[in-house]
């Protein structure tokens, strides 16, 4: 079998770690032992090229060298974790899996469905002779999206070697984001951390004892590691870059980030599943302004929507129309501000808050509300209102019990010293349970929200 560029090049390293976590560690040299032993267990199972197989499993040895094997066997490979749990049978009928492989501390097992892939998406890959990449878009404004990519143009963009680094995998296996990081990590000889947990503490831990430098993440993240103090339990010295994208960052948050973590610099990351990561600058450590682009990237911005046009973009949904225009470009549903080659991204244009007439963006107010004491969490959105369109109104997660009309007065008066008036929450509830799902990013939707708590 023909190795891949990949491979090949993590031959050059077979001494040097490649997996740290709960399985313990795992050289390069190992892990290509262990692709080779897929291969072996692939053919025994009758999985032949061209196939498409689900993986169910976080990232660990077997995991990571089954997406390697299956990369080689030119397989669409369809990663799915328990963040999406009952979607599940859902997602494998959409993407007409043929085969399912679950890898579950230390044992695996292989499942045919007895399926025949046939969409033409599927189809064309095949007949390319490529590898494929199947993940599913969040669904928080409906069904989810069956995102189907030429996996060798997503690794493209590794092909050149750049700094080498110990990375924490948090983002997830089957997020844009998760495959991003394994993928720079692996092609450039740096070590993957893996975590059983994504609480502050446990990826605390974790950085204190593998020594981690780089750690992409999510807003929501870093706002629990603040209240939490697991930053003050652990040492986080070895830090190098903190990466955080997948929603829009709370400027409070960012300030309290980069006066606790003053050595590491601070990355905000730009990507679509349908697109990729772009390559992204911010203007600082402290600061929400960023370049985004890169080779094999262009951006513009129309109305104030950001469009993007990439090498690297889907072939199509499975399940849905392409949402691409006659010259390639997507319209991201990203409200941006420009400063010359600067963006700041605002939010999505579908969850901007019209209150008569006037826009109101909840990142702004969270925000604020996030300065306040005894605040943990909060979560912005726009209510329908007879004669305004919307009111601003808020869900509030405490650190502490508190008397909610004391919370709702002191609240209202934090707001009204630093916020315009139509801008300020008119209605606040306070909840128990937590607002993000197991991807740690916020979730506006209330149903969602509560669904996603119930999971998690």
């Not at 897929?38 to 032949?48: K, M, Y």
Request: hydrophobic share 40%; net charge negative; aromatic share 8%.
């Amino acid at each position: 079998m023909t190795r891949s560029w990949l491979i090949d090049r993590m031959a050059e390293w077979p001494e040097v770690p490649a997996l740290h976590g709960p399985g313990g560690s795992t050289t390069y040299g190992e892990l290509i032992r262990r692709i080779d032993r897929w291969h072996e267990d692939l053919d025994d199972g009758g999985l032949g090229r061209g196939r498409v197989v689900a993986i169910r499993g976080d990232y660990g040895l077997d995991t990571c060298a089954l997406l390697l094997a299956l990369l080689e066997r030119q397989a669409i490979v369809v990663p799915l974790t328990d963040a999406v749990g009952p979607q599940i049978p859902e997602f494998l009928d959409v993407a007409e899996v043929e085969a399912v492989i679950t890898c579950e501390a230390g044992r695996w097992d292989l499942s045919l469905r007895g399926v025949e892939a046939s969409h033409e998406l599927v189809a064309g890959l095949r007949a390319a002779g490529v590898p494929g990449l199947v993940l599913f878009s969040s669904g928080s404004t409906g069904r989810s999206k069956a995102v189907l990519h030429d996996l060798s143009k997503l690794l493209d963009k590794f092909t050149v070697p750049r700094k080498r680094f110990c990375t924490l995998t948090f983002l997830l296996m089957d997020h844009i984001g998760g495959v991003n990081t394994l993928f720079y990590t692996l092609s450039n000889g740096g070590a993957v951390v893996t975590v059983a947990e994504r609480d502050p503490d446990t990826v605390c831990a974790a950085v204190e004892r593998y020594r981690v430098q780089l750690l992409p993440t999510s807003p929501t993240f870093l706002n629990l590691l603040v209240i939490s103090e697991a930053y003050a339990r652990y040492d986080l010295s070895s830090l190098d870059l903190v990466t955080y994208g997948t929603e829009v960052m709370p400027e409070s948050t960012l300030q309290r980030v980069h006066e606790l973590l003053p050595d590491a610099r601070l990355l905000q990351t730009y990507g679509l599943s349908e697109l990729g990561i772009l390559r992204s600058s911010s203007r600082g450590s402290d600061s929400l302004w960023v370049k985004v682009g890169g080779e094999g990237f262009e951006t513009d911005v129309r109305d104030g929507i950001l469009w993007v046009r990439a090498h690297s973009a889907m072939l199509g949904y499975l399940n849905a129309p392409s949402p691409f225009d006659a010259d390639g470009w997507m319209n991201t549903g990203d409200e941006v501000e420009v400063d010359g080659e600067y963006i700041r991204i605002l939010g999505r244009r579908s969850e901007i808050i019209n209150v008569g007439g006037q826009k109101v963006y909840p990142a702004e107010v969270e925000s604020v509300l996030l300065q306040l004491d005894n605040v943990k969490d909060v979560v912005v959105y726009g209510e329908p209102h007879a004669i305004t369109g919307h009111i601003v109104a808020a869900r509030v997660n405490l650190v502490e019990a508190e008397d909610a009309r004391a919370f709702r007065q002191r609240a209202r008066a934090h707001c009204r010293d630093r916020l315009a008036s139509f801008k300020v929450p008119a209605r606040f509830e306070v909840l128990d349970r937590e607002q993000f799902n197991a991807r740690y990013k916020r979730v506006r939707n209330q149903a969602a929200a509560a669904a996603a708590s119930a999971t998690s």
